[in-house]
């Protein structure tokens, strides 16, 4: 089944103590991007990927880091986390044609806590 | 970036065709038009995406003027379970940032028996 893959789905963890999300997808797509979503703000997007060892910034990077080293893998780092990165993490992936993304699909979310 | 504005909420009954607007009057030559559904605590689901005149799929339609400064999205004959958010995109790349695809708060459509 195509589908992308996180975890933990819950996390709840204190100020400044490192922390990983996992993201995987099984379509072999080159596109993948995470996103944070609060309540009145929608969706934001806080790193992309293009392609293997080929990352940039999105609308909300500040106090994240991600890398891309495999194709299918995509983790979110939080190197020290803070309560203001309380929120619900998403990770998607799609195609490219070109530079144009196709359809995303996203992941079932990461329910994140920073006390 | 091509900023888009929709509405932030909308009513409708079970039975009726919804159409959902979205103003993209900065959108770009090579921008495409991409729609997605969210239901709560659920990631986006990709509903239809195109760049000119009229698509239409097994779940909606899209429709975009000749001046692409909108689109609609048509529901025909929505259910209970058609009460979600709905989010248009306008980009031409699959990046974030300044030139990237922004998903905005979206439309709240709310379904009532």
């Known amino acids: 089944e195509a589908q992308v893959t996180q975890n933990p789905r819950y996390l709840i963890t204190v100020t400044g103590k490192k922390l990983t999300v996992t993201c995987s997808q099984n379509m072999n797509h080159e596109y993948m991007s995470w996103y944070r979503q609060d309540p009145g703000l929608g969706l934001r997007q806080i790193y992309y990927?293009?392609?293997?060892?080929?990352?940039d910034k999105g609308d909300v990077p500040e106090g994240y880091k991600v890398s891309r080293k495999e194709k299918r893998n995509f983790p979110l780092i939080l190197e020290s986390p803070s309560p203001n990165q309380t929120s619900l993490y998403f990770c998607?992936?799609?195609?490219?044609?070109?530079?144009?993304?196709?359809?995303?699909?996203f992941g079932p979310g990461t329910r994140l806590t920073v006390t | 970036l091509a900023k888009t504005t929709q509405p932030i909420s909308m009513d409708s009954y079970e039975g009726q065709e919804v159409n959902i607007t979205c103003s993209h009057n900065n959108i770009a030559t090579n921008d495409y038009i991409t729609w997605y559904q969210q239901f709560p605590s659920q990631g986006p689901r990709f509903i239809i995406q195109g760049y000119k005149t009229k698509v239409t799929n097994e779940v909606a339609s899209l429709f975009i003027p000749a001046d692409r400064k909108s689109s609609t999205l048509s529901l025909p004959r929505v259910s209970l379970s058609d009460t979600a958010v709905y989010y248009c995109l306008v980009g031409p790349y699959s990046g974030g940032g300044a030139d990237g695809l922004t998903f905005g708060k979206g439309t709240h459509l709310i379904i009532q028996p």
């Open positions: 998607a992936s799609s195609l490219l044609l070109g530079l144009a993304s196709y359809e995303q699909y």
């Open positions: 990927s293009m392609n293997v060892e080929v990352t």
